[in-house]
């Protein structure tokens, strides 16, 4: 099959890249008073402004040729229509079927999913609402008021991230905690916030074999007993959510208190099911619904629309012009305002877990650079911190800016402020200053020669640094809801351009079967000598220190 570097498209690039890469975007500005129209798209709630890209119309053509000698719309009905793209693990990949809210049938295996998709979602409902309503109640007949989800990657990020982002839904009385590491200071600090008579815990694992959450579920059982003595108590304070019912019985949860889902939906595109739960308890199972709904929106979107006006592709495609043309090493993501500041953690494990991969379809080496690294941080802390490289740096950092309109939480003139933070990044990381406009200023305000000579210089931004910028009118569930789908399927177009499977993650695997190689080496006495000589050497150094 081809490979993406021997396309024509792909050489096409590599030509349009050598005369792009002088272009200033100072200059594209001031040649069109339209660039702003042309290089911006509204997609339902969602409003994109991609002009501060290194990009004219040519550029997106030709990214665009790409997508499509690369079959995006193929893979993309192929994934719609449950066939098993992901090829490694032989499994359907379906989070879309998750938030079908049109209901139409989806077939895996000859079955429509749709059925259990809703029934799952329907025993959802009645459990959250039951919580909230305080029909469910704790062993001593009290009210529910923590809810502790223990689960990591998959099974934390999402769930954590939307609980934060949708914190002015929830109600101050039934508060979200997130448990991952097994460093046992996690559980413990939480243990000691919560009360064992009006907390429940969601052991959230897909497989139900995670270490790091059986430790932690082991843990909080025991803690629980310890005040509640009597393990008929555990069903009110334990439910599961797992694909595996085998590991969650020998756990001790009863099946009943488990929610399901399937093998198709990948742990870091989860959060749309069962895994879920924490969120649907914390603010409500109608802006659960709602946040499914903002995603189905989105799916629709990148189904149906042309590829030049479809929002996944476009960042998709830009993602790959800076990747593949620039060089670019890695990717910001910049949401303004502190109930996002999960997101670039989530949107980290998304796209590195999907698209950190070298093996393409073919099974073969990649001969392209494939997912960047993807970091950022929330604004406007991250201009006092480490913005000062984006603007002066070295490198090419292509940005993210998302921020919405309106706050849940007016004050004054704060949120404009916060928002004049964003458009501000945004023009001065793209229009810069240059020295000539240093050297004015300075003479301006009155510099001798020397000083302009020896300062001047330090004050100069480059600028030429492109940015997307998502803008929303108010930050609800719905709009999350279409922000986290437009991210996940511009990661499955960049997959599907690179080749490579954006649905395994054998290296997570290896990670989680090693460290269960250890664990007992680490605990018993005998030297240990099977792996190389530095691990070989921690562990015994370890070791030494446990046990002086
Ligand atoms: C996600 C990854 C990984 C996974 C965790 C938790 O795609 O595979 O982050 O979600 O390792 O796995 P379990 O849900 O099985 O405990």
């Avoid at 502790?148 to 609980?163: H, T």
């Avoid at 877990?353 to 929330?378: C, F, M, Q, Y």
């Avoid at 986290?484 to 990661?491: D, Q």
Wanted: hydrophobic share 40%; charged share 20%; proline share 4%.
């Amino acid at each position: 099959m081809t490979r993406p570097t021997k396309r024509q498209a792909w050489k096409a690039l590599e030509k349009h890249y050598a005369m792009m890469r002088q272009v200033r975007m100072r200059d594209l500005f001031n040649n069109d008073p339209q660039r702003f129209d042309r290089f911006s798209l509204q997609v339902g709630e969602l409003f994109l402004d991609y002009s501060k890209n290194i990009v004219i119309d040519k550029t997106m053509n030709k990214l665009m040729d790409l997508a499509r000698a690369s079959n995006v719309e193929d893979w993309r009905a192929k994934m719609f229509a449950g066939e098993k793209i992901n090829f490694t693990e032989n499994r359907a990949v379906l989070h879309v079927a998750l938030r079908n809210r049109a209901n139409t049938p989806v077939m895996v295996d000859g079955e429509d999913v749709m059925p259990k998709v809703n029934a799952v979602l329907e025993r959802m409902k009645r459990f959250s609402e039951a919580v909230r309503e305080g029909l469910w109640l704790g062993y001593t007949g009290k009210r529910i008021t923590d809810v502790v989800n223990l689960g990591v990657g998959g099974s934390d990020l999402g769930p954590k991230m939307v609980c934060e982002a949708l914190g002015s839904y929830a109600r101050l009385d039934l508060r979200a905690h997130f448990v991952s590491n097994v460093a046992p200071s996690d559980i413990v600090s939480t243990l000691k916030k919560v009360d064992p008579e009006t907390t429940l815990f969601i052991v959230a694992s897909k497989t139900f074999t995670t270490q790091e959450t059986l430790a932690n579920a082991h843990t909080a059982r025991r803690w629980f007993l310890e005040h509640a003595k009597d393990e008929a108590h555990v069903a009110r304070h334990f439910v599961a959510v797992s694909t595996n019912a085998e590991a969650v019985r020998a756990f001790g949860i009863d099946t009943e208190n488990m929610f399901e889902f399937w093998d198709w939906v990948g742990g870091r595109y989860s959060l749309w099911s069962a895994i879920g739960l924490s969120i649907a308890v914390h603010v409500g199972f109608e802006h659960f619904e709602q946040l499914l709904e903002g995603a189905h929106a989105m799916d629709q979107h990148f189904l149906h629309a042309p590829l030049e006006q479809n929002m996944p592709v476009i960042l998709a495609m830009l993602g790959i012009w800076y990747t593949n043309f620039f060089g670019a090493e890695t990717h910001a993501v910049l949401p303004y305002g502190t109930r996002l500041r999960s997101l670039p953690a989530y949107l980290q494990q998304a796209d590195m877990e999907s698209n950190g991969k070298s093996i393409d379809r073919d099974s073969r080496w990649v001969e392209h650079a494939t997912g960047p690294i993807l970091w950022g941080g929330h604004g406007t802390n991250g201009q006092h911190a480490f913005f000062e490289l984006l603007h002066q740096g070295t490198r090419l950092v292509p940005c993210d800016f998302i921020v919405a309109a309106n706050t849940h939480n007016p004050v004054g003139h704060q949120h404009a402020a916060l928002v004049s933070h964003m458009l501000a990044q945004t023009r001065v990381l793209m229009w810069g200053r240059t020295l000539a406009e240093v050297e004015l200023e300075m003479r301006e305000q009155g510099a001798d020669v020397a000083t302009i000579r020896k300062l001047a210089p330090h004050k100069v931004i480059p600028g030429n640094k492109p940015s997307n910028s998502l803008l929303m009118r108010d930050h609800t569930p719905y709009t999350l809801g279409m922000l986290i789908a437009l991210y996940e399927h511009k990661i499955f177009t960049q997959g599907i351009v690179w080749r490579i499977n954006s649905f395994d993650q054998w290296g997570v695997e290896l990670g989680k079967q090693m460290a269960n190689s250890i664990l007992p080496r680490l605990l018993a006495d005998e030297p240990v000598t099977e792996y190389d000589g530095s691990t070989n050497g921690l562990i015994g150094r370890v070791k030494s220190m446990m046990h002086p």
